[in-house]
Each structure stands twice: as C-alpha cells, then as structure tokens.
T-cell receptor, first 114, second 111 residues
Framework: DVKVTQSSRYLVKRTGEKVFLECVQD?????MFWYRQDPGLGLRLIYF???????EKGDIPEGYSVSREKKERFSLILESASTNQTSMYLC?????????????FGDGTRLSIL | DAKTTQPTSMDCAEGRAANLPCNHS???????VYWYRQIHSQGPQYIIH???NNETNEMASLIITEDRKSSTLILPHATLRDTAVYYC????????????FGTGTRLTIIP
C-alpha cells in the first residue's frame, strides 16, 4: 500500500519562527510535491522535486524553501513564519514513469501561525 | 487540462451503490480521467483513473463513455466512511505535474 507520512497533523508556531514540515514516502517515488490548501483557493503548488537534490518552484514559492537530501524525504521550510502562512499543508508523491501515475497524498499538516 | 463539471452535492443510502457523474466534453485523446476524494480535515485520497476502458479496483469502478466526454465513478456498497468530497480531474499524460481540484461533488451517505 502507498504510504506518505507527514510528521505532524497539527502544529502551532509563532510569527518569525523557522518552521520545518517533514514528509516521507515509502514507495520509492521520484516525484514529491508540497501544496497548501485554503478555503476558497483550492490546492496550490508550492514546490516540487523530480529527484534527490533537485527542486522546482511551483505557483507560490515565496516565503518557503525545500530540501530533498534523500529520495524518500522532502522537507518544506518556512524561513520566517507569518500569519498568512496559516494553512493546511499537503505532501504528495508519484512515480515518474509511466507519466500517467497518480499523486498520493499524506494526511496533511494543519499549521497555525500566531 | 480539460474542464470538468460535477454536481455540487449528492446523497446515497448506506449499502446502496453511489454513482457520481462527471462531464469532460473537451477531453483530448491523451488525457486520463482521475478520481480523488477528500474526507473532512484529511489529505486527498486517490481512488482510480482510466483512459478509455472501464476500470475497477478494490475501492471503486470507473465507467467512461465511448466518446470519452463523460464518466461515472461507482462505489458499489456505500458506507458512512464514504462521505466526502469527490473530485474528477482530467490530466495530460506528461509534462503537467501540478494537480488542481475543482469544486467536486459533496457525497453524503445516509444511514
């Protein structure tokens, strides 16, 4: 069974803190993604990675960075957390080939910045 | 990606088959139909996908019309745990990795 694990379901941090969200997948998937989901705005792509040490900006990368040192782990970093980064964060992974393979999601991290 | 149209909401009695329709009249030849669902406060869950043949897995069946302009997701024996928002997505097979959801269908299973 496909398994994408996000380190925390709920997280509360303060403005200005550096925040790390961790994601691990056990399917040997090449592609990994970070999204945020907000009411009325749907799913928005922050960053994605096709391979170890590779990263590509999504639609809303500002204020975020990522790290992929190992194939199975993709970390999202909020460099200096702000209240507008309060959101549900979703990690996903997929096989690179064949290219029609679906993305599989973790359970999400609901992050609140106070 | 082709645009999809789904009903806003549906109800289904527990134990009955839930049939969720999706229209995608502008689908192109290389686009697959994917179904996901999202239970409240959880991450989206992949259900099934197909190109033109009907597909079945342990969760559901996907029926795609011959002209591929519409499809139906069938949950054969709905349970209360199937209450969720269901999203139909049409995607090209390569080069477009971003996933976006429309408004979906809110399916409520009635005891």
């Amino acid at each position: 069974d496909v398994k994408v694990t996000q380190s925390s379901r709920y997280l509360v941090k303060r403005t200005g803190e550096k925040v790390f969200l961790e994601c691990v997948q056990d399917m040997d998937h090449e592609n990994m993604f970070w999204y945020r989901q907000d009411p009325g705005l749907g799913l928005r792509l922050i960053y994605f990675s096709y391979d170890v040490k590779m990263k590509e900006k999504g639609d809303i990368p500002e204020g975020y960075s990522v790290s992929r040192e190992k194939k199975e782990r993709f970390s999202l970093i909020l460099e200096s957390a702000s209240t507008n980064q309060t959101s549900m964060y979703l990690c996903a992974s997929s096989l690179d080939r064949p290219s029609n393979q679906p993305q599989h999601f973790g359970d999400g991290t609901r992050l609140s910045i106070l | 990606d082709a645009k999809t149209t789904q009903p806003t909401s549906m109800d289904c009695a527990e134990g009955r088959a839930a049939n969720l329709p999706c229209n995608h009249s502008t689908i192109s030849g290389n686009e697959y139909v994917y179904w996901y669902r999202q239970i409240h406060s959880q991450g989206p869950q992949y259900i099934i996908h197909g190109l033109k043949n009907n597909e079945t897995n342990e969760m559901a069946s996907l029926i795609i019309t011959e002209d591929r302009k519409s499809s139906t997701l069938i949950l054969p024996h709905a349970t209360l745990r199937d209450t969720a928002v269901y999203y139909c997505i049409v995607r090209v097979t390569f080069g477009n990795e971003k996933l976006t959801f429309g408004t979906g269908t809110r399916l409520t299973i009635i005891p």
